[in-house]
């Protein structure tokens, strides 16, 4: 695990008790190491502080994905604003904790990252992987997914996806037609239910809407208010 985090009580403090929880913790203290770091020697899981000086956490989120780094990067910030939380991940972050933080919440949120990168059996409790069609080709509503390429179309438009979004597509698209709740999403998705306060699914699915929707063409996914979404063609 590779930990940047400016402020040196909390980095401590952190590394400490991510050390006590069984992982190898590399810790520095703004993103120019974080990257030098990253590229010397690439981690399982990133914890990155939004607010660095010099090149800050979003930066370096955005460096590592245009270079085609899907390491899961969790972010850590002061910032409380939606749209400081979007940033984040419009940078490519995967998750978010907001400070002031307790630290079973960071536990948490890297055992469900960690465990939506992780082989199957390799971690307790990682949940069962969805049914795949032999060439690992699935098509509904207009769009198409090459599961192994990890590649999307809606048509002939092929679409820009993170990580999180082309899996939450997915899962919408194998389940095309049916209401999928937010607590089954969010453990499908995340391993891990962030309860009814937390904005993350809703954000994701905003970003995949602004993706999916073409201009005079049906909207794919659909909100079923105090259940969830479901994805179909209207």
């Known amino acids: 695990m590779l930990l940047a985090e400016d402020d040196r009580a909390i980095r401590h403090a952190l590394e400490r008790a991510l050390t006590l929880e069984g992982y190898q913790v590399t810790a520095v203290a703004d993103g120019v190491e974080a ?6 020697t690439p981690p399982d899981v990133l914890v990155l502080d939004v607010m660095m000086p010099g090149i800050d956490g979003l930066q370096v989120c955005r460096v590592l994905r245009a270079e085609g780094d899907r390491t899961p990067i969790l972010m850590l910030t002061a910032l409380v604003e939606t749209q400081d939380r979007i940033a984040g991940l419009d940078a490519g972050a995967d ?10 919440e960071v536990f948490a949120r890297l055992r ?3 465990r939506r990168t992780s082989p199957v059996g390799a971690l307790t409790g990682v949940p069962k992987p969805l049914p795949q069609v032999p060439d690992g080709r699935i098509e509904a509503a207009g769009l198409r997914m090459d ?12 679409l820009e996806l993170t990580r999180t979004e082309f899996e939450l597509l ?8 049916i209401v999928l709740d937010h607590s089954t999403i969010y453990d499908r998705i995340w391993g891990y239910d962030f309860g ?3 904005k993350n699914l809703a954000v994701y699915v905003g970003y ?11 909207q794919l996914i659909h909100t079923v208010r105090g259940v969830g ?5 209207d």
Do not use: C, I
């Not at 990257?35 to 010397?40: D, R, T």
């Open 229 to 233: 979404y479901v994805l179909r063609e």
């Open 170 to 177: 997915e899962l919408l698209v194998r389940n095309a037609g």
């Open 95 to 104: 998750d978010y904790v907001v400070k002031p933080f307790d630290v079973e």
């Open 196 to 198: 009814p306060g937390s």
């Open 112 to 114: 469900a990252l960690l």
């Open 35 to 40: 990257l030098a770091q990253a590229h010397k």
């Open 208 to 218: 995949l809407r602004r993706k999916l929707d073409d201009p005079g063409a049906p």
């Open 147 to 158: 599961v192994q390429a990890r590649r999307a179309w809606r048509g002939t438009r092929e």
